[in-house]
């Protein structure tokens, strides 16, 4: 979305919010379309940090069970560098409280173990829901490895740099491949011509 389609579905979705008590989906949407509007640079001054853990915080009261803003409220947050104790035992019971009745959950699995390993320092309690994770989902199995070797007590809160890491390293790789693809298609393009136009 460009930055004029994200105005026009904030604006309607705030006109249609005013006329009704609106749905989780609705202000999970509200807090991401935020998100977006504000920016990596701008969303975590105060005033527009508020404005978005305020709208996963409604979806969150609508529905404690919905996910995708549980997950998203944790991730924001953790990623912002500001959290009190409170606030980290509260996404922290959030996604237990899922967890009690969705097990299976990998992702969920995962960010509750990032938040005992990189956070709250619990190497055990992480690793036992990163296990959980990877047995549940294969691609995990690299973070449980990286997260079994490493010294919780030497880590930032930054609890998402492996999976950055690991996203960044795939989008390299798949920019390398689609560039050597066109490197050969143009060299195969090069040969048709240079042979059959004599």
Sequence with gaps: MNKHEISNRLEALEEELKYGAGEETDFYELGMLYEL??????KYKKQ??????????KAIGQNPFYIPAVQKKAEFLC???SLSEETVSEIKNEIENILKVYPANADLQVLLGE?????????????ENIKKASELDKKYEELLNAAE???????NNDIFFLKKDNKQKNNILYKL????????????GCYFVVNYTI
């Design 177 to 188: 491949l689609i560039a050597l693809l066109i490197i050969l298609f143009l060299l195969i």
């Design 37 to 42: 509007k504000f920016g990596e640079k701008d």
């Design 115 to 127: 938040i005992k390993l990189f956070i709250l320092k619990d190497k055990q309690g992480g690793l």
């Design 149 to 155: 070797n490493m010294d919780v007590n030497k880590l």
């Design 48 to 57: 527009n940090f508020q404005t978005i853990i305020d709208c996963y915080n």
């Design 79 to 81: 990623s912002s560098g």
